[in-house]
């Protein structure tokens, strides 16, 4: 059960980080922006524990607002939506986008919360020599028994020169293309509806099942 906790945590804990501008040119700029965040995230998170228990609006809004300088959480929810995103009024992928943070913040938010003593390390930064605007960041998530999960970081570089994180990948379970496939079967059982599936987006997330997709790839290792 405590691993299935920690797992539901990190799953949350992506989407977490604590970000701030970066204009990186190089590599290793580009992992050190990552792990300065990632750590500060982390400090975050033990200082507002507090608040989660006696405030959880107030750590939720906290937790929101240090995520806009590095998570693009627009463009995540875009792709999630996937070709259904066309069909949608602007303004319900305004709502999308805040029914995405909220969900995740609601599921794993408690897990969140209990899980101590871990430790993650940043690995290194790679970007695409294809595309100088696209970048992987690897890292590993260390648990107190020593129990490693690795992740990598989908970057991209947005027009301000800031680099945004865009999509992660745990254990090599693609978070958005999970959360695409859920959203494009949520589509197809609610005849197109769009705003069916925003307004029920919660349940969803309540029902999946990351954490074992995850927990599988782990122990092929």
């Known amino acids: 059960m405590a691993n299935l906790c920690f797992r539901s ?18 590599e290793e700029q580009l992992r050190i922006y990552v792990d300065d965040n990632t750590q500060r995230m982390v400090e975050q998170l033990n200082r507002e524990r507090g608040l989660f228990e006696t405030d959880p609006e107030a750590f939720y809004r906290s937790m929101d607002q240090s995520m806009e300088g590095f998570v693009d959480f627009r463009r995540f929810a875009a792709r999630v ?15 999308f986008v805040t029914k995405l943070k909220r969900s995740l913040f609601e599921r794993y938010g408690d897990t969140l919360m209990d899980t101590r003593n871990f430790r993650i390390e940043v690995q290194d ?3 695409n020599p294809r595309d100088e605007n696209r970048a992987a960041v690897d890292m590993q998530v260390i648990t107190e028994s020593g ?9 991209y570089l947005a027009k301000s020169g ?6 992660v990948i745990v254990e090599g379970v693609n978070m958005g ?3 695409r496939d859920w959203f494009s079967q949520e589509m197809e ?33």
């Open 177 to 179: 293309l999970s959360f």
């Open 189 to 221: 059982a609610n005849r197109d509806q769009v705003q069916m599936v925003i307004d029920g987006w919660s349940e969803v997330v309540d029902e999946m099942n990351l954490e074992q997709a995850i927990d599988g790839e782990a122990e092929k290792k």
């Open 147 to 155: 129990k490693r999960y690795q992740i990598t970081y989908s970057m």
């Open 9 to 26: 945590f990190f799953v949350f804990l992506l989407f977490s980080v604590l970000g701030a501008a970066a204009h990186a040119e190089t």
């Open 81 to 95: 939506m996937g070709r259904y995103a066309r069909q949608a009024t602007p303004v319900q992928r305004d709502e």
């Open 162 to 167: 800031q680099w945004m994180m865009e999509n």
């Open 125 to 127: 930064a790679k970007i």
